[in-house]
């Protein structure tokens, strides 16, 4: 049986995750195995637990051995307490509690009153009953904790009992201690992890292929800035044995499209996006930005058929497609990495667009993606 983590050995381990260590990092640190690391990291759901202490105006260690003291040495209890400068019913009851005059010891006093501090009061989604159902409707809505959070201050402007910190949530989440949101809540949150994390990693890209690709440095400002609607950025989300979808987002507004294709030929793929793209309105038809994938070597054809702009990034510049590389983590909640996505139909596609297009975003001042297209296009118009 492996020996408990010591306080120093667990603030080392909490101070190392809070820092982005590795499981293996922190267990070399403690001289552990990583597993042992993540079940004290799992027990707790990722939150470091909260250090206990006292409040300033109650009895303290080092006063309750001036009273043993002056208990052993037959003072009476005004004089304990005039030395202690506190009143004389405090020490009284302080002695009476434990034992009386010839009883009282400071230590056992002591660990009796830590005993007697722990009224641990029941979290505020269990104290709130409505709330907790808001909020549980919102994940089953695969809202993540800040939206729901932010989306509450917009639908209970007025209603402070309707307030919860995002943080407070994916506690309630991954804390199952509090045994107020059940388990299977969380695989709707985007990750799907069972404990909060505090780094992230990278995304790979694919090597240039593209001919006479025209350069996104060449992009017009408007589409740099935002300004107006219709220059979009796309990519593949790529699935197990070989299956992939196309993913557009639309850089002012972040509204989604998916793209169901039957392989990722340059030819399928151009002639998928390019049915898609010609369902939108012309004002919403202005650029596409792409990486340099070989799906979009016939990036000429593509743009003959859609009237539309193809500007490709630098190699190795997952950034310059920030809204795209966003969207399709988030599509991860529903598309895991490895899942075959070849059996994925396109109403199926077209339901998880609309979800995230109906999530708030903060990037958008807590407007969906659908909200935003609709001002944009109606201003514009």
Known sequence: MSRKFTPEERAVLWRG???????????QELNRQACSVYQVLRRDGGFAPRIRSRAAGVLQSAEREEISRGLAAGRSIREIARELSRAASTVNREIARNGGRHSYR???????????????????????????QWVTQHLRRDWSP??????LQRSFPHDPSMRISHETIYRSLFVQARNVLKEELVRHLRRGRFMRRPNAHGHRTRAPVIVDGVSIHQRPAEADDRAVPGHWEGDLLMGGTGSQIATL??????????????SKDSATVTKALAAKIRTLPAELRRSLTWDRGSEMVAHKEFSVATDLKVYFCDPHSPWQRGSNENTNGLLRQYFPKGADLSHVTQPELNRVARLLNERPRETLKWLTPLEALRATVASTG
């Open 146 to 151: 800040r939206q729901i959070a932010i989306g």
């Open 17 to 27: 995750w809070r820092s982005g260590w590795t499981l293996t990092k922190i267990g």
């Open 249 to 262: 987002v639309e850089r002012r507004s972040r509204y989604v499209m998916l793209v169901k294709l039957a």
């Open 106 to 132: 400071a230590s056992d006093a002591d660990t009796r009153a830590w005993q007697r501090a722990r009224r641990p009061q029941k979290c505020l989604l269990a104290r709130r009953p409505r709330l907790r």
